[in-house]
């Protein structure tokens, strides 16, 4: 897409990491808020992280202290890291704009099972 571009996604077991990259245009890497989203089987799509042009960030209570929201200015790349996988966090991940720019793109499935 050339908006936002997610990937990184895959299968793993609980207690395993992944990073995902979320390629962005680069005003929007320089001036909006950014964010990770996810969508579960079953539940409403949900912000799990975002980050601003600043650094500040915000996670919610569902990731906090496992998954880290960056940002690499040399390459307008937003990633998430996430380490201590558990089988709650199976979803298909977006990023966006937190004023979010339509269409979403394709996500990437992330899937933790043993």
């Known amino acids: 897409q050339v908006q936002l571009v997610e990937s990184g996604g895959g299968l793993v077991q609980p207690g395993e990491s992944l990073r995902l990259s979320c390629a962005a245009p680069?005003?929007?890497?320089?001036?909006?808020?950014l964010a990770w989203y996810r969508q579960a089987p079953g539940k409403q799509r949900e912000r799990v992280a975002e980050?601003?042009?600043?650094?500040?960030?915000v996670y919610a209570d569902s990731v906090e202290g496992r998954f880290t929201i960056s940002r690499d200015a040399a390459k307008n790349t937003v990633y998430l890291q996430m380490n201590n996988l558990i089988p709650e966090d199976t979803a298909v991940y977006y990023c966006n704009r937190v004023r979010n720019l339509k269409p979403w793109g394709q996500g990437t499935q992330v899937t933790v099972s043993s």
């Open positions: 980050i601003s042009a600043s650094g500040s960030t």
């Open positions: 680069k005003n929007l890497f320089d001036f909006a808020i």
